[in-house]
C-alpha cells in the first residue's frame, strides 16, 4: 500500500514571541502526516517574514499579509496549494482570515473563541455549509484519551442520568495588571477590540463550556451569571461565576427525560467557574459529572487519569494506556501506560481527526463534519464554535441582567 501524501500546512500567527502557534506546528506534524509549506506569522510584514524565516519558509511561501498569502495560494497548482490553513492569531483576527480561506474553499482550522460576534459566527456556519470545507476549533481539551473515555461513559450510561457538573478552569497569571508591563498576551486578552466582550468567561471560560458539552452531550438551557473585574482599569472580567441549567443539546428541556423512575427530577444543573486571578493557579481545569448511579472526575494537570466512582464501592482510577479502555480513548493514545502524555498530544488528536476529514473530502466525500455539525469525525467544528460563541456573550448579557436567568439560544 502506498503512503498517502503529506497534508499541506498553512498558518496564520504564531511568530516570534508567540504562545499557541508553535504548538500547532508541533501537533500538527506530531504523526507526520503534515507540512507546514506557507505562512504570514505576524501582524506586521517585517516581522511575519523574519518569524517565517526562523520556521524555515520557503521565501515564495512566506508571506508579508494573510491576504497575500490567500492570493498566493490560490495561485498555484491544486496539487501544490495548501490543504488547510491555522488561524492562530489574537481573537479579532480570526473572523476575516477564516471568512476568506473558507470562501475560497480551503479547509480552516482555527482556535478559540471562534469570533466575537453572533453574526460572524453565523457567518462561518454558511459559508461550511455552502462550501462543504472542513472547519475545526481546536478546543484541545476534548483531545484528552481520559475526556474521550469519560465521554463514551456518559453515553454508554455508565454513570446513569446527569443530575450535576462542575466545571473549574482557575488560572493566576492575571492577578495583577502584567498587561501594563507590556506582556504580549496579556495585552490583548484584556482588550475588547481584539479579545472580544468576554475576558476570562472568553479566553478560558469557553473551553469549559466545550468541554461539558463534549463530555455530557448536555446542551445550556440558561444561566445565571457574574462576571467581575478585579482589577482596578481592567476592561475585562478576570473571574467568572455562573450556575447553569442544562438542556438536551437540541434544546429539549432534560426534565422527564430517561424513562426511569426519575422521571419527575429536574434537569441536570451545573456551575462553571472561570477565573485567573486565582493566584497559584497554573493550567487548573476540572470536570466533575455527577449521574444517578456514579460520577467522573477529570482534571487537565492529571490528565492521564480518570476518576470513577459508583455508590457503595470504592473509587476507581482508570489510567490512560490500559487495555480495559475503550476504543476512543484508545484511538487517541500514542505511547504505553506510564509515560505520560499530555497537551501537545491533545493538540494533535484534534488535528488527527481533523486531518482525517480532509482527506475525507479531497477524495470527494460530502459528509466531513465534526461533532457540532453531527458528522463522522471527532473534532470540534464549526458549529461547535458558534456554540462557544453564544455562550460567551450569553454569559456577559446575563451578568448584566437583573433577571435571574437568561435565555441560552442555540446558534441554528
Ligand atoms: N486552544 C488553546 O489552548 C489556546 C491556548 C492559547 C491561545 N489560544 C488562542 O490562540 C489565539 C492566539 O493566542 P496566543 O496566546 O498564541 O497569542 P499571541 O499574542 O501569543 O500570538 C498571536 C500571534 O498572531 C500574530 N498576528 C496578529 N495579527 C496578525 C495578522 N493580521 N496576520 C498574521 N499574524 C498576526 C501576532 O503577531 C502573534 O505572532 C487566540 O485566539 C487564543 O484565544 C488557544
Given at each position: 500500500m502506498t503512503r498517502p501524501r503529506l497534508l499541506r500546512m498553512g498558518i496564520v500567527g504564531g511568530g516570534?514571541?508567540?504562545?499557541i502557534g508553535r504548538v500547532h506546528r508541533t501537533a500538527a506534524c506530531l504523526d507526520g502526516n503534515v507540512e507546514l509549506v506557507a505562512g504570514c506569522l505576524s501582524s506586521t510584514p517585517e516581522r511575519a517574514i523574519e518569524s517565517g524565516r526562523d520556521w524555515g519558509l520557503a521565501d515564495d511561501r512566506n508571506y508579508p499579509t494573510w491576504e497575500a498569502m490567500l492570493d498566493g495560494e490560490r495561485k498555484r497548482p491544486e496539487g501544490d496549494r495548501i490543504d488547510f490553513v491555522s488561524i492562530v492569531t489574537p481573537n479579532h483576527v480570526h473572523f476575516p482570515v477564516a471568512h476568506a480561506f473558507a470562501s475560497a474553499g480551503i479547509n480552516v482550522i482555527c482556535d478559540k473563541p471562534m469570533v466575537t460576534t453572533s453574526e460572524h459566527a453565523r457567518q462561518l456556519v454558511e459559508v461550511v455549509r455552502s462550501t462543504g470545507v472542513v472547519f475545526a476549533v481546536t478546543?484541545?481539551?476534548?483531545?484528552?484519551p481520559l475526556v474521550k473515555q469519560a465521554r463514551q461513559m456518559v453515553s454508554a450510561g455508565e454513570i446513569g442520568r446527569i443530575r450535576k457538573v462542575i466545571v473549574e478552569y482557575s488560572q493566576g497569571w492575571l492577578a495583577s495588571k502584567i498587561e501594563e508591563s507590556g506582556q504580549k498576551q496579556a495585552d490583548w486578552r484584556t482588550d475588547p477590540a481584539r479579545s472580544?466582550?468576554?475576558g476570562a468567561i472568553g479566553d478560558i471560560g469557553s473551553h469549559a463550556e466545550q468541554l461539558v458539552s463534549y463530555v455530557t452531550s448536555l446542551g445550556i438551557q440558561s444561566i445565571c451569571a457574574d462576571l467581575t473585574s478585579f482589577i482596578p482599569g481592567r476592561r475585562l472580567d478576570d473571574d467568572a461565576n455562573l450556575l447553569v441549567r442544562f438542556c438536551h443539546?437540541?434544546?429539549?428541556?432534560?426534565?422527564?427525560?430517561?424513562?426511569?423512575?426519575?422521571?419527575d427530577e429536574p434537569g441536570a444543573r451545573g456551575i462553571l467557574s472561570a477565573s485567573q486571578?486565582?493566584?497559584?493557579?497554573?493550567?487548573d481545569l476540572s470536570l466533575r459529572v455527577y449521574g444517578t448511579k456514579g460520577s467522573l472526575l477529570w482534571r487537565q494537570e492529571e490528565p492521564n487519569q480518570l476518576v470513577h466512582r459508583i455508590d457503595g464501592q470504592p473509587e476507581r482510577i482508570l489510567r490512560r494506556g490500559n487495555g480495559y479502555l475503550g476504543p476512543a480513548a484508545a484511538g487517541a493514545t500514542r505511547l504505553p501506560a506510564g509515560h505520560p502524555e499530555a497537551f501537545f498530544e491533545a493538540f494533535a488528536n484534534v488535528y488527527q481527526s481533523a486531518g482525517e476529514a480532509i482527506r475525507a473530502r479531497l477524495s470527494g466525500r460530502t459528509d466531513v463534519g465534526g461533532i457540532g455539525l453531527g458528522g463522522p469525525f471527532d473534532y470540534p467544528d464549526v458549529v461547535d464554535g458558534a456554540r462557544g460563541v453564544e455562550f460567551i456573550l450569553t454569559a456577559v448579557r446575563a451578568s448584566a441582567s437583573d433577571e435571574k436567568w437568561t435565555r441560552f439560544e442555540i446558534p441554528g
Open positions: 516570534r514571541g508567540a504562545f478546543y484541545n481539551y476534548s483531545g484528552y472580544g466582550a468576554g443539546a437540541d434544546g429539549r428541556e432534560c426534565v422527564g427525560a430517561g424513562g426511569d423512575v426519575l422521571d486571578v486565582c493566584v497559584g493557579h497554573e493550567n
